[in-house]
């Protein structure tokens, strides 16, 4: 029997039969049919193949590294589980049970210490994971989550512009020029002049002009 189904047809029973010797006439006139058989064509059809020979062809299989649309997703022709195509000509997916290479740090079908979005639990896989307010895979401390995977506040040493944050020390020392509201200190300077808005240049000119008398006066957090 064929690996890939096919049967051989069965082999043909002998029939008895007499033999009877021919006379010198028939022998000599078969003879002659024969020869000229010989000289003009050689038969190929069926009844000339050899008995028991297969004729079928192997049906297509999960494996041979042909792609059959109706019933496979996919079919590389190997024997490896952690590219895009398994043995069993399915797609690789998160949760098939196998690594896929370059593309999940685990599978938790396969471990139990993995996420269902197969990453490795962990500050900055992209995955709240227990412990953490929030993980948004990055390291930028300007946006709603900082690096440590905790929301971005105000004291947490980094200053958030979108959280409407001036600065951001870290601390409570509301006299170091960022106070615990996350805004800058304000110093003003009060001079025995009076000047308008439009001799000093709007609120830009202002600003300068002040920045200017407290630096000459050196007064602390001038700069602030």
Known sequence: MNARGCRP????RPRRS???????????TANSATARSATTATST????TA???LDCEALPWCGDGIHQPDHEACDDGDLDNKDDCLTSCEAASCGDGYLHTGVEQCDFAATNDCTNECTLPGCGNGV?????????GNTDETDECTSMCADAR????????????????GNEDDDDGCNTACARDRV??????IYS?????GLVGADAICQSFANDAELENADS
């Open 9 to 12: 047809s069965p082999l043909p």
């Open 18 to 28: 007499l033999v009877r010797r021919p006379s010198a006439s028939a022998a000599a």
């Open 45 to 48: 059809s069926p009844a000339t």
């Open 51 to 53: 008995p028991g020979a």
């Open 128 to 136: 709240v994971d227990e412990g953490e307010e929030c993980d948004d």
């Open 154 to 169: 105000c004291g947490d040493g980094f200053t958030q512009v979108s959280n409407e944050e001036e600065c951001d020390d």
């Open 188 to 193: 003003v300077f009060v001079t025995s002049e």
């Open 197 to 201: 808005g439009y001799e000093l240049g």
